[in-house]
């Protein structure tokens, strides 16, 4: 089996399903790492003053390398930890380290991530068998699902090494073909919302991967995956292959009020004229 190495940013986006869980990845799921990767840091901004924002939220990657005035690349945007991941020299991290935006610049490493000394509610959903820790599903603040199905192999001296990690755009694909999304709206409180996605697979080689889905300021944002499933060796026809998906939405709890959604970038919107809650 091959393995994988990933670096500290993506680690940080693995745990980052949440502003708490960030910081809790970072305080105690992260040890010092023997090798460090040349040309790749982490840059934290200061913490916003009074009633500013993030300094990240709302750019782009290319307003954010003009607001530094670095020619350094850009690779991802961490809002919930207000940082990003750049590619550039050494120098240039002195020359940024001094800059009046930037808390502190790290030169990013090869990471094993240790066992929590106390587990915590917290943590992204995860499943340990016999050694092996699984986690299903790995947000970044660009895309839902960035990566999926990581698995860590306990070691003798108590961490977890990377096994394998499924990256979307290499080993997972965005469904492209979504033809039509309806909204179905239960009457009753709590009211359930679904989505009933119908789209085409672009071959007979593909079937429904993850589907996966988060809420950020009255949007959900849902993608979904095609995997191959295909067996070795077996050939399949070129022609598209359509599916139809129930796809129920997180509603519950939500204050009324209309809310978007955006599936694979298919966009539309749906009201709840109630607090989505029990009725007392």
């Known amino acids: 089996m091959s393995h994988k190495i990933i670096p500290a940013a993506m680690i940080i986006a693995l745990l980052a399903a949440s502003s708490t869980v960030s910081i809790y990845a970072a305080e105690t799921c992260q040890t010092p790492a023997s090798k460090f990767i040349e040309g790749s840091y982490i840059i934290a901004f200061k913490d916003p003053l009074g009633t500013e924002q993030p300094l990240v939220k709302g750019k782009s990657k290319e307003e954010l390398a003009e607001l530094l005035g670095t020619n350094g690349k850009i690779s991802a945007i961490f809002q919930t930890i207000n940082a ?3 590619f550039m020299d050494a120098k240039e991290a002195e020359r940024l380290s001094h800059h009046s935006l930037v ?5 990013d ?15 992204p959903p995860c499943y340990k068998e016999e050694g092996l820790l699984n986690i299903p599903r790995i947000d970044t603040a660009d895309q839902v699902g960035k990566y999926q199905d990581a698995r860590f192999q306990l070691t003798e001296q108590g961490t977890w090494e990377l096994l394998d990690v499924k990256v979307t755009g290499d080993d997972v694909t965005l469904i492209q073909q979504i033809d039509s999304v309806d909204v179905f709206i239960t009457k009753d409180l709590p009211q359930q919302v679904f989505l009933m996605v119908n789209g085409q697979f672009i071959n007979a080689c593909k079937g429904m991967g993850q589907i996966n889905q988060r809420l950020e300021d009255r949007l959900f944002e849902v993608v979904i995956n095609s995997l191959d499933i295909n067996q070795q060796g077996e050939t399949c026809t070129a022609a598209a292959s359509p599916f139809e998906q129930l796809i129920p939405l997180s509603v519950y709890g939500l204050q009324s009020g209309v809310y978007t959604y955006n599936v694979n970038g298919t966009s539309g919107s749906f009201e709840l004229l109630k607090d989505n809650k029990l009725p007392l």
């Open 84 to 86: 990003i991941h750049i």
């Open 103 to 107: 808390l502190y610049i790290e030169q």
């Open 109 to 123: 490493m090869i990471m094993t991530i240790p066992i929590p000394a106390q587990p915590s509610p917290s943590l």
